[in-house]
């Protein structure tokens, strides 16, 4: 009785030995799972910059980014600037943006030939429910080219031009810091150019957003973002995957702002200009008068032949926690309605024809999800403003249950 009672303490101890092995070898494949995927994505740096909102931006040699990793960039030139910039043919004077730099800026500037990159950390790969996400738009987010319910995933304020085929778009957003209700939503203003649909679908996006859950905070953030597969195994945000080739020094895609508009005060805004190098098939990136960078011609498809539309306006993202619409604002928080200083704007909305001009699209539409939870209207912000609009709303209310 004896023996067999020590041979069962053995096999009890041995067991227990296996767990705890089996755990720790699992906890580390996970372990190395991690580090492999900051090490591809946070590329060795000749100098690095502590932002005062807690972000490390890396100064990447140009030659070194994430975009090169990318099997159709494996042996691609960069071309450092465009071919040509589109000329626009309007008879009055454009208001300038008023625009900010991003937090990082006050504490260094990266060296010519480098490029600022945010640095990821373990944290960002481990807030998302599945690693391999992270930076992706999730699947409840795919968006209203695809069968799905509007309640359940994104929603929309915006203008959309149709009808022609567009080689790229300028636009002015004004810039703000919307309440995010829960981590894996978001709130953001930006330009499309698309082409295609469903899993065919190919997009350009730009324009800037509060997102919990990749940032790990409520800072607006400029960002990028393109998929040639309808977002389904293509394309990311920013250079979280290979694909965007990043050229400037002084913007980060990624980089926050803290400076924004204030409700019936001074507004702030982000000037954006997109358009395709006819000569090189590249789309190019302006934000102000800094050239960003551009998506290489080779990353997509029928966006080869130019867009079939062009958007812009608001989206949030909707996950009706505890059974009711988010209070997750877009834009200002207050439908369009309010008006310059109260609700959100974007205006100076151009395109790009095929002669490489800037004008003024002509076949406009309007589109909203729910216009009692958020909105789009026409608007007047002045002659030199061109055509614009207002968009936006706090989300759940009264008429928006």
């Not at 709130?187 to 469903?198: K, N, P, R, Y």
Request: charged share 20%; hydrophobic share 35%; glycine share 10%.
């Amino acid at each position: 009785m004896a023996g067999f009672t020590v041979a069962l303490a053995l096999i009890v101890i041995v067991a227990t030995i296996a767990i705890r092995v089996d755990g720790h070898e699992f906890s580390h494949h996970q372990e190395v799972k991690i580090r492999n995927h900051l090490k591809r994505l946070n590329k060795p740096a000749v100098k690095s910059i502590m932002s005062e909102d807690g972000d490390v931006i890396d100064c990447v040699p140009i030659t070194n980014q994430p975009a090169f990793d990318h099997p159709l960039l494996k042996h691609h030139t960069i071309q450092m600037r465009p071919s040509f910039s589109p000329e626009s043919d309007s008879t009055f004077t454009k208001k300038e943006a008023n625009i900010i730099a991003q937090i990082w800026n006050k504490a260094g500037e990266c060296p010519a030939n480098t490029v600022p990159i945010r640095r990821t950390k373990k944290e960002d790969l481990l807030r998302p429910k599945s690693m391999k996400r992270f930076g992706r738009k999730p699947h409840h987010s795919i968006p209203r080219t695809t069968t799905f319910d509007p309640t359940k995933g994104h929603q929309y304020a915006i203008m959309t031009a149709r009808n022609e085929t567009f080689y790229g778009t300028e636009v002015i957003i004004n810039l703000w810091k919307p309440y995010v209700q829960v981590p894996d939503e978001f709130s953001l203003a930006q330009t499309w150019i698309v082409s295609g649909s469903g899993s065919s679908l190919n997009t350009i996006e730009a324009g800037w957003q509060v997102y919990p859950e990749l940032y790990d905070d409520n800072n607006p953030r400029f960002f990028v973002y393109w998929t040639r597969d309808g977002y389904r195994t293509t394309g990311c945000y920013n250079l979280l995957c290979s694909g965007f080739v990043q050229t400037s020094n002084r913007i980060s895609v990624g980089g926050a702002y803290n400076i924004v508009s204030r409700y019936g005060g001074t507004q702030y805004e982000i000037s954006i200009l997109i358009f395709k190098d006819r000569k090189t098939g590249n789309w190019w990136l302006s934000l102000g008068k800094d050239i960003i960078g551009y998506w290489p011609g080779s990353l997509f498809t029928s966006l080869g032949d130019g867009a079939t539309r062009v958007e812009w306006g608001g989206e949030i993202v909707n996950l009706e926690t505890g059974g009711k619409h988010t209070t997750t604002d877009m834009g200002s928080g207050h439908f369009a309605d309010g008006g310059f200083k109260k609700a959100s704007y974007v205006r100076n909305v151009q395109i790009v024809d095929g002669t490489n001009t800037l004008r003024e699209p002509k076949n406009l539409y309007y589109f909203a999800d729910k216009h009692n939870c958020y909105n789009v209207k026409t608007g007047n912000l002045g002659t030199s403003s061109g055509i614009s609009f207002f968009y936006g709303g706090p989300g759940r209310n009264v008429k928006c249950p």
